[in-house]
């Protein structure tokens, strides 16, 4: 795998765990205990059994909690002192070839988990707002396939996982914010343009 591979698997894991930190841990974990990859020395530990049982029930537990309405905000609130840190240790750990973390890659990969967190934690703020509590439970089975579908890709195809990542997230914060405007003009009170009345004679 190539020097600009590696950094895109780097980079991917990280923004994935800006999203869903314990399931990306888990699938690494899961992926290098069952031989389909080989992963860097400082990323063997995922495949821990304690490690690997953490990381399962938590994701499970994240599962859950992010589908209930005002749940999910403050459980991002406080999973802003997982995932950032979970972020950059991916990228430095995928980057590292014996083990020890550059404090460039931790700070990469923690500026890529702060922004696809900061895309998930705002777009439910957009959405609790709203008055549709079905939106809610979509976007989240949305990010479930999204993470699935990258753990998947991330290790065969890097380029292509951190694209899914990315372009998903920024297209559900646009149909968010459209949405929400659509919402604001519609409410109740919401001012209209008066109507012009015929011109004096």
Not at 27 to 51: F, R, Y
Not at 73 to 84: E, F, K, N, Y
Not at 147 to 160: D, E, K
Request: glycine content about 12%.
């Amino acid at each position: 795998m190539s020097e600009a591979h590696v950094f895109a698997l780097g980079m991917a894991l990280a923004c994935l765990a800006g999203v869903r930190a314990y399931f990306t841990v888990f699938g690494v974990g899961i992926a290098g205990l069952m031989g389909w990859i080989e992963l860097p020395v400082a990323l063997e530990v995922t495949t821990s059994p304690w490690v690997l049982g953490t990381a399962g029930a938590l994701a499970l537990t994240e599962f859950f909690a992010d589908k209930i309405p005002g749940v999910d905000s403050g459980w991002d609130l406080v999973q802003t002192l997982a995932r950032i840190p979970a972020g950059a240790w991916l990228a430095a750990a995928t980057l590292s070839d014996d083990g020890t973390l550059g404090s460039g890659a931790l700070a990469l990969g923690a500026g890529a988990a702060l922004g696809t967190h900061a895309l998930k934690a705002g777009s439910r703020v957009l959405l609790n707002a709203s008055p549709e509590p079905l939106s809610n439970w979509t976007a989240s089975l949305g990010e479930d396939a999204t993470a699935v579908a990258a753990i998947g890709l991330v290790f065969a195809h890097p380029f292509l996982a951190l694209a899914l990542v990315l372009g998903v997230m920024l297209t559900m914060t646009a149909v968010l914010v459209l949405c929400v405007r659509w919402l604001w003009r519609r409410r109740p009170g919401a001012s209209r343009p008066l109507r012009q009345g015929p011109a004096a004679a």
